[in-house]
């Protein structure tokens, strides 16, 4: 009696499997018609996940790159001046080269020139001297090509020194433009 249970379980799930193997639905049909076999479809989205993972990769070593080369340029934005000279000297000319070069590369980065003048002067000569001097590389970088939108001038005069001695040398440190990004 119990083999008789066991055939009949096995006769009517028999039934069920082949009724579930021939089963078809449109799109097994649509597939079957145009002779496709269902991996197109995930083929296609595999290749599409891929391109956007390259492209976020790319997008990130773009960023990677720029980040490392602003941190280069912060490290050199200081442009250093003779006594009561507001004219950029040709020691300077490859740090604002390379300035220039990223700024014309980076149209959205925008920079503010700071102009420094030493204590020697009246506060009022040290702050026009100060904009002179911040306006010199002002100038210098516009006719690289920089976008005069992405520059922008302040003067402090002698009200924010470098070094606070009264020496030649801190006079030296303080006679300076600064590019801050």
């Known amino acids: 009696m119990r083999l008789n249970k066991t055939f ?24 079957s018609n145009t002779g496709t076999n269902g991996n197109t479809g995930v083929t296609q989205q ?43 000297s040709d020691q300077f000319a490859s740090v604002l080269d390379a300035h220039a070069k ?23 000569y040290n702050i026009a001297l100060g904009e002179r001097r911040a306006k010199a590389v002002e100038t210098y970088l516009e006719n690289m090509g920089v976008n005069s939108s992405q520059l922008s001038v302040v003067s402090y005069g002698e009200e924010k020194p470098m070094v606070k001695n009264r020496s030649e040398s801190a006079f030296a440190k303080n006679r300076r433009a600064v590019i801050v990004y």
């Open 102 to 124: 990223f700024l014309n590369a980076n149209s959205d980065v925008n920079v503010l020139i700071e102009g420094h003048a030493d204590e020697r002067g009246t506060p009022e």
């Open 46 to 88: 595999v290749t599409e996940e891929s391109v956007q993972v390259t492209a976020a990769k790319r997008a990130a070593a773009i960023e990677e790159q720029k980040r490392q080369e602003l941190a280069k340029l912060r490290s050199e934005h200081i442009i250093y001046f003779d006594f009561d000279v507001s004219k950029v």
């Open 8 to 31: 009949k379980n096995v006769v009517i799930a028999l039934p069920l499997l082949a009724l579930a193997a021939c089963s078809s639905n449109d799109n097994t049909d649509e597939q």
